[in-house]
């Protein structure tokens, strides 16, 4: 049916000088409220806290984008209620309108593109075509989800009544109360996405976004409400996830967590949802993507300039600040020479600056604390391999890492192993492509990968055997497109979820069946 359609919000051309100006005006507009003082928001209530968080931006760690109030248990406590609350009604409001209501808000983000991107650029570093493909992909989330909740309404039409016997009826209902526990990393899109999943589903939730990027995460919240979407369906309850977050996540009335960030806070949750506690009646739902170890294999007898552009741009695009990043290439002997000659040309072509610059490829990396491990990492990567370019890094006025790339490293070595989360790639030499696709695998992750070969054999070896949620073949292994490549991982990637895909509103309802004889 028509109205189901899907296409994806086309990305913007920053060649043309027209939407470059439009960009520029979108940081004007974002510096018109820098500084500003955000609330809570609990049942649709502002309410400010004794407690408040600076955001800064981390391409001058000197200018605050905005102090957001920090919620601590009481306010915790008054979001479960009001969330509770409100999904009394929420639940039994029809599909349809809740789904109208991300259409919405996918149209009011559109009118508000450049400000939101440009608001990215600011608070999270992004450089401009990356923070204007978060929001092009929030708004992609809004549409697919919104679309797929309208074809679930219909489950009801594949299950069969008996003539003359009894009439069956099926139909999925929503959760409850839902934990959101967002990463800073895309802050509008996977926001979105985790959120507007939730609520379309007709679940309400408590979204608790990551620290550095709690503006973008208000914005988010205007919009739905400008949307139409009630009081009370999302609660705005920013925090300490050490006090906020384990509250929320251990409460007896908490009935699903969707969490997207590290392996080790992945895990804890997975643990503390694990256990029960006193007046809770159903087992948690977790719904975590936990990042990955990707890498990009290279066969031999291929184009070493294009498995090197592969490379480059999938190791550095967002200063390596994607769960998708490559920060492994594993290159086949024959071209290993030609492959890392390439890759130092065009990392070393990579401009690194504010990212408010449009000539700027690169930004800076999240904030001191990651500044600060990507920094070990450099020093430890000096010790187990060959620093091939990069290694210089700069915190005085921003928190800038140039892209820095070891080579000669041993498969099992830290530096290989480890999530660094940054612009830091690490290269292997292997004999064969058998072995490529041992070490591709041996790692504890599963998340993305891409393998650049001109062997169909080995292309169909790697479809079987790369063992990944997302595989690409002869292309980047980022930028996964919502409805076209449903995206999440294996082993301790994340629960093999697949945001943006056909099942993925489905971990947020639960299905019950009705019989009647006639």
Not at 128 to 144: H, K, S
Request: proline residues 4%; glycine residues 8%; negative net charge.
């Amino acid at each position: 049916m028509a109205i189901y359609s899907y296409r994806t919000e086309p990305l913007t051309d920053f060649t043309d000088a027209n939407n470059r100006l439009q960009y520029e005006e979108g940081i004007k507009k974002v510096r018109g409220y820098l500084g500003k003082k955000y609330p809570l928001i609990i049942n649709g209530e502002r309410i400010y806290t004794e407690r408040f968080v600076k955001s800064l931006n981390p391409s001058n760690h000197e200018e605050v984008i905005g102090e957001i109030a920090q919620a601590g248990i009481e306010e915790a406590k008054m979001a479960m209620e009001a969330a509770l609350s409100s999904f009394d009604y929420w639940k039994k409001v029809s599909p349809k309108v809740r789904a109208d209501v991300l259409f919405k808000a996918a149209n009011i983000l559109r009118r508000k593109k450049h400000e939101i991107s440009a608001l990215m650029t600011l608070e999270a570093g992004k450089p401009w075509a990356e923070a204007d493909a978060d929001t092009a992909e929030a708004i992609d989330f809004l549409e697919y989800y919104g679309r797929q909740m309208l074809e679930m309404t219909e489950i009801d039409k594949k299950v069969l009544s008996r003539r003359d016997l009894e009439r069956n009826e099926y139909k999925y209902i929503p959760l409850g109360v839902g934990a959101i526990i967002t990463p800073w990393n895309f802050p509008m899109a996977i926001l979105t996405g985790m959120t507007s999943a939730a609520v379309v589903t007709g679940n309400t939730v408590l979204l608790k976004p990551a620290s550095t990027t709690q503006v973008i995460a208000y914005k988010f919240i205007e919009i739905m409400e400008e949307a139409g979407l009630p009081k009370g369906v999302i609660n705005f309850v920013p925090g300490k996830g050490s006090e906020t977050g384990d509250f929320i996540v251990k409460h007896p009335k908490t009935r699903f967590i969707s969490f997207t960030g590290s392996k080790d806070v992945g895990v804890q949750i997975y643990e503390n949802a694990a256990k029960l506690r006193e007046g809770q009646i159903w087992l948690k739902r977790v719904i975590a993507e936990m990042g990955g170890k990707d890498a990009i294999l290279v066969d031999n007898q291929i184009d070493p300039d294009m498995a090197a552009e592969a490379i480059v741009k999938s190791a550095f695009g967002f200063s390596g600040q994607k769960c998708s990043a490559c920060s492994r290439a594993i290159i086949h002997e024959d071209v290993y020479d030609d492959v890392i000659k390439l890759i130092k040309e065009k990392t070393e072509n990579l401009n690194v600056g504010m990212s408010e610059k449009y000539e700027n490829h690169m930004g800076p990396v999240n904030d001191i604390l990651a500044f600060n491990k990507i920094s070990e990492y450099i020093e430890i990567g000096k010790k187990e391999g060959k620093l091939l370019t990069g290694g210089t890094t700069n915190k005085d006025r921003g928190y800038f890492i140039d892209p820095t790339v070891f080579v000669d490293l041993d498969p099992q070595s830290r530096m290989m192993q480890e999530e660094i989360f940054g612009p830091v790639l690490s290269v292997t030499k292997v004999k064969s492509f058998e072995e490529g696709l041992e070490v591709v695998n041996g790692t504890e992750y599963g998340l993305t990968g891409a393998c650049i070969s001109n062997n169909r054999m080995h292309l169909e070896m790697a479809r079987e055997d790369f063992h990944v949620g997302n595989l690409y073949l002869n292309r980047k292994c980022t930028g996964a497109i919502v409805g076209y490549q449903p995206f999440g991982g294996f082993n301790m990637s994340g629960t093999d979820s697949k945001a943006g895909g056909p099942d993925y509103l489905v971990l947020h309802m639960q299905g019950k069946s009705v019989t009647e004889q006639l």
